[in-house]
């Protein structure tokens, strides 16, 4: 059986569908699986949205980190395992 991370090259798709395709991608993650996203530039505004709107959802992780390519790896983290706080919350 082959396991296969579900991966991204924005470098084709049009700049204002890039981010609703990426998210959509990350919405069916299981906790515990990762993706891929291939560009042309630091994805750091995709990174700043991810720990603004899903704080503690996410691991980020730069496979390859230009000049010319950027790679990340956007992982889904287990339940509770974005929150080692004692704020009390159940996130």
């Not at 395709?21 to 906790?31: C, K, N, S, V």
């Not at 709107?53 to 950027?70: H, K, V």
Request: proline share 10%; charged share 25%; with cysteine.
């Amino acid at each position: 059986m082959t396991d296969t991370k579900p991966s991204i090259d924005v470098r084709t798709v049009p700049p204002r569908e890039r981010h609703p395709r990426i998210f959509g991608m990350l919405g069916a993650l299981l906790p515990g699986g990762s993706m891929q996203v291939t560009s042309d530039h630091d994805p750091r505004p995709l990174h700043y949205q991810l720990e603004t709107n899903f704080p503690g959802q996410f691991g980020w992780d730069y496979l390859e980190e230009g000049p010319e390519i950027w790679r990340v790896e956007i992982a889904r983290l287990e339940d509770g395992a974005g929150c080692e706080c004692c704020c009390g919350s159940d996130h």
